[in-house]
């Protein structure tokens, strides 16, 4: 069985270009810019803004990418 190619330009017309996905990408951006006037994150430092319940903080892009999510826990709902 052959694997179906990806449609990137009907997944971005879906997903990243609703007006619900801007405003979250736009606010994401606008914290970077933010603590990067405040010092905290430069270009090419290895840090993520890391985004949780309204709240933001600098961390390493390992440890953020690294984080286990609620869905992959064990004892949830998701993961049956």
Known sequence: MK????????EYKKFQKSGKQKKRRALRNKLRRLFAKKGKVKKGD???VHHKKGKARVM???????M?????????????
């Open 46 to 48: 290895g840090k993520d």
């Open 3 to 10: 694997a179906k190619k990806r449609n990137y330009k009907k």
């Open 68 to 80: 286990r999510e609620a869905s992959r826990l064990k004892g949830s709902k998701r993961n049956v």
């Open 60 to 66: 390493t892009a390992s440890k953020n990418r690294g």
